[in-house]
């Protein structure tokens, strides 16, 4: 099993920066491909970025690209989230999620989430 937990979340302003983390457990961290999404409130949760198990590859959604970056740790079972030059509409709850060796873009894909924090963005 694998657990996840968030951190890094809080309130910022529009054109600022934060970085988000994911730490999981266990010795198998090495063998999951790790995902970022988000959900705001009335609407459904969606993409944002994900990265491979040795992170040797990304992939991002079009409204972060250029502006977000993902990576990993796997001497610390931690994902990352940099976050630049952020907007009100990036306003949502992050999620990281884990998937058993390959990457993924869809939510069904993803079988671990953590609990979520919050970013809040204001104008």
């Known amino acids: 099993q694998v657990q996840l937990v968030e951190s890094g979340g809080g309130l910022v302003q529009a054109g600022g920066s934060l970085r988000l983390s994911c730490a999981a457990s266990g010795r198998t961290f090495s063998d999951y491909a790790m995902g970022w999404f988000r959900q705001a409130p009335g609407k459904e949760r969606e993409f944002v970025g994900a990265?491979?198990?040795?992170?040797?590859?990304?992939y991002y959604a079009d409204s972060v690209k250029g502006r977000f970056t993902i990576s990993r740790d796997n001497a610390k079972n931690t994902v990352y989230l940099q976050m630049n030059n952020l907007k009100p509409e990036d306003t949502a709850i992050y999620y990281c999620a884990a998937r058993l060796l390959t990457i993924a873009t869809m939510i069904d894909m993803y079988d671990y989430w953590g609990p979520g924090t919050q970013v809040t963005v204001s104008s």
């Open positions: 990265i491979t198990r040795n992170g040797g590859s990304t």
